[in-house]
Structure formats: C-alpha cells, structure tokens
C-alpha cells in the first residue's frame, strides 16, 4: 500500500489532533478523528476548525470537502486504521502531577478495536515512564508497534511547526521507533531523531517546555531590574542573545504580561511532581513557574503605579484592553495571563474594555464577564489607558493614528506583549502618548 493512501485515526481532535490531523488529511491521508466534544465534532463537520490557528481553516474544509477528513465519537476506523495517533488532553491534577484520566480512558475505548501490527503513537505528553510502565502493560498483548513522539509545535504558527520541526521518537522496542520513524518522514517530510527508548522521549518533551519556561521567568526578572533601572529590557535582551556559547547563542526570550497556555503552565509542575517521587527535590520548575506567574499582577501594577503617579483615581480610569487569548494569533485563552491582569484592573477599580478579534462575544463574556466591545474601536474610544495585552495581527495593524483620534488625550500605551520597536515607541511618545511596557520605557 502506498504511505499516502494509509489510514490514520486520531484520538482526541482538539487543537494537536485537530491541526495534524487537518493536516495528514491535506497530504492526501485518509483521516478519521475520534473525539467525544459535540462541540468540536459540529464544528469540524461543518468544515470550521473549532479556534483559530493561521492556515487550519481551509485544510478543514478542504478535508470535510474531499472526504479525507471526518469526524466521529465511534471508534470503529481503528479498526481499519494503519496508524493510529493518541492526542488526548494531561492536564494538572489537584496535586500538581500529571491527570492520566484521559488517556486511560482513551486506551479502554480504544483497545477492542486494535489489530495486530498497528502503529499507535502516543502524543499527548507524558511523565516520563508512562509509555512503557502505563500503557504498555495494557496493550503488550496486542502485538501493536507503541511508540512516544512529543508534539512540539507552539501555536500560533502550528503548521510551520509540524512540517519543519524535527520529530523525536521513543519506540517500545527498534521495530517500533522505525516504524514510527518511517511514518513520520513520509507524511510529513521532515527529520526524525530516534532516542534510545519512550522513556527518554517523554523527558526531551518536559526538558524543552522547563527550558522555555526557565528563560521566559529569566526575561521576565530582568525585565523587573530594568523597570528599576529605567532602560529597555529588549535592548539588554537583544545584545545578551549575540553571546556564543558552545554551537548556538544564549538565547533568553522575551518577557510579557505572563506566561498561559495548556503546556508551560504544567509541564514543569510535571517535572517537579516526577522529581519528588524519586527523592528529588528538583528547584528549577517551581521557581520559574512562580516567576512567571507573578507577572499579571506585576504588570498591572506597573499601569496602576503610572495613574497613581498622575494622582488619577483608578475609579476615573478606564482601559481599553486589546487582545484576551495567552498568546499572538491564537484564540487558545486556557490559563491566559489576561484573566488575572483583567481581574486585578478590576478589583483596584478600574474601568475595564475588552476585544478580541479571534474570540466570540460568548467566549469573551466567559472568560472575563465583561461585554467585549465591538472592535478595536469601540474598545479604546475615550479610554486613558490602551493595554496591549495580545499582538494579534488585526490588533497590531491598528494604527496608532487611529488610537490618536479615539483615546483620551495623553493616553498610556500599554505594552503587555506588542513588542513595539524603538521607532515605533518615539513615535508612541511624538503623538502625545506615554509608553510603558514590561521592563520597557
Ligand atoms: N496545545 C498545544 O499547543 C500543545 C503543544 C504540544 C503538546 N501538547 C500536548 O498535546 C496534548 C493535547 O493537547 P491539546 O491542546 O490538543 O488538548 P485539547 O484538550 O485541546 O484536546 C484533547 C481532546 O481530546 C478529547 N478527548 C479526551 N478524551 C477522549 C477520549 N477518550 N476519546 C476521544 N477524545 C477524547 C477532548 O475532548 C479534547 O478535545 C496534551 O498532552 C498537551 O500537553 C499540546
């Protein structure tokens, strides 16, 4: 059988199984996808994807279209299936550590329908061991090929992810990391790296995502010190990241008004609650979590300390908040700094305006309850205050001209996650604005 005409099954169509499977099924795939959310299976049966991702759309459609792509809660294509890829949720339970609630139950719909020699792919991250001492204990005698590849794609620019990233892949035995491997290379062109076991495979995932946390909470502590020290963070970040070290530069990333998603905000707790069960008291993802957590509130204060400066009365301000969702270009709001940021504005007493291009009112009204404006507008007519707090294109092609025209006069730029450059911010201050961002002047 040729690799294209395979049959792919997908567990867990949310937004991994949602944009691979999209995907596998535009490469001429034939891909079913099992999901249990109506929500999600109305949506992607009438050809939308259920959030927003740059260039998902038409592959959804175009899959619904063509008949490659469809969506079931039935688990009768496995079945059929050559491949079949586990892209269900772990979440944090109440006691920090990874919730295999999913997966497990995942696995008990799934196992009656699994045939001998099925390539099964776990992508859901897991602590490591997970692979080999949870699941395939209850899959060995199926005689099925298990491997672990982590997804590591960042949303936001998920496809450009998926189709240039390098695929790490952990096989249960050699038969199953080539398999895996061989999969991977034809559907998606792309490098893979075989590591020595699932085991490993699972930690690469969690040692990438405590990395990017790590130097994240870095950007983010020395963007305090240059508030202190009144200078721009991003220069000092900048000229820090032409140092070389070893092959590549030193590379700290940006800070902002908090980290949120679905995977820094517990895939290091995951390595922590792993630590602890072996005796190891590891330092490192508790304290960059608790950086980066501290940055909602440390970044409203910085707004709140420049009205206070002015002698304005919070309850005489109001701020047009621009962008809800975690990060740039996605609609994905699952533990969004913005809801602490927006809560703590409101609670000192301020006014508070929200708009989101990529969010319906529903989701908005959710999220915050508040009544989100109509558009970017609408949100900053008359206020005092414009809060960059997501940089989505629609929001970062607003011009400043526009602002101009609708905010109070000497409005406060807030500068939350727009990363304005140096010409743009003397141009914030020649048109009468004050500019402020996180370790930003
Ligand atoms: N979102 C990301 O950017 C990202 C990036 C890399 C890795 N990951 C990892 O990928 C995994 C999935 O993340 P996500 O963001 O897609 O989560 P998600 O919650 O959006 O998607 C998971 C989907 O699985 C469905 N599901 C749960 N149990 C099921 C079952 N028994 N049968 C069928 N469907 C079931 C849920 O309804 C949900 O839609 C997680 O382990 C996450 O840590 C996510």
Not at 397 to 422: H, M, Q, V
């Amino acid at each position: 059988m040729k690799q294209k005409n395979k049959k792919i099954t997908i567990v867990g169509f949310g937004y991994i199984g949602c944009i691979i499977g999209s995907y596998l099924a535009s490469q001429g795939y034939c891909v079913t996808g099992i999901e249990l959310n109506d929500h999600i299976i109305k949506s992607i049966n009438n050809g939308f994807p259920p959030f927003h991702e740059p260039g998902l759309a038409h592959l959804v459609k175009a899959g619904i279209d063509s008949r490659r792509l469809t969506i079931t809660k039935e688990c009768d294509a496995i079945k059929e299936s050559d491949v079949i890829l586990v892209t269900v949720g772990s979440p944090l339970n109440d006691s920090g550590d990874a919730d295999l609630n999913h997966l497990s139950q995942a696995l008990d719909r799934i196992k009656p329908y699994l045939q001998k020699d099925q390539l099964l792919i776990l992508k859901s991250t897991l602590p490591p061991g997970t692979s080999r001492d949870f699941v395939w204990p209850q899959l060995s005698n199926k005689n099925l090929l298990l491997a672990f590849c982590p997804e590591r794609l960042a949303e936001g620019r998920a496809l450009a992810d998926l189709t240039t990233l390098p695929v790490i892949i952990g096989g249960i035995n050699q038969e199953a990391a080539l398999a895996a491997s061989q999969f991977w290379i034809e559907a998606l062109n792309v490098e893979t790296i075989i590591v020595e076991n699932t085991t490993t495979a699972e930690l690469v995932k969690l040692a990438d995502n405590l990395w990017v946390d790590v130097n994240i909470a870095l950007g983010n502590e020395l963007a305090k010190i240059s508030d202190k020290l009144n200078i721009d963070v991003l220069e000092v970040i900048a000229a820090a990241n032409t140092l070389k070290k070893n092959n590549s530069n030193v590379n700290i990333l940006l800070p902002s008004l908090g980290v949120g998603g679905y995977c820094l905000t517990k895939d290091p707790w995951f390595l922590h609650a792993m630590g602890n069960r072996l005796g190891i008291d590891l330092k490192i993802p508790a304290v960059s979590r608790k950086v980066n957590e501290s940055m909602p509130e440390y970044s409203v204060c910085l707004i709140d300390r420049y009205f206070q400066n002015l002698s304005k009365k919070s309850e005489e301000i109001s701020i047009g908040v621009l962008g809800l969702s975690f990060k740039n270009n996605t609609s994905d709001c699952r533990f969004t700094p913005t809801k602490p940021a927006i809560e703590k504005l409101l609670s000192l007493g301020y006014t508070v305006r929200i708009y989101d291009p990529l969010l319906t009112q529903e989701d908005a009204f959710s999220l915050t309850g508040i009544e989100m404006s109509s558009s970017i507008s609408d949100c900053v007519t008359n206020v005092d205050c414009v809060a960059y707090f997501a940089g989505h294109d629609e929001i970062i092609n607003f011009s400043l001209e526009n602002l101009l025209r609708l905010t109070n006069k000497n409005a406060l730029i807030f500068d939350g996650r727009r990363f304005f450059n140096k010409t743009e911010i003397n141009n914030i201050k020649s048109l009468g604005f004050t500019y402020k961002g996180v370790g930003r002047i």
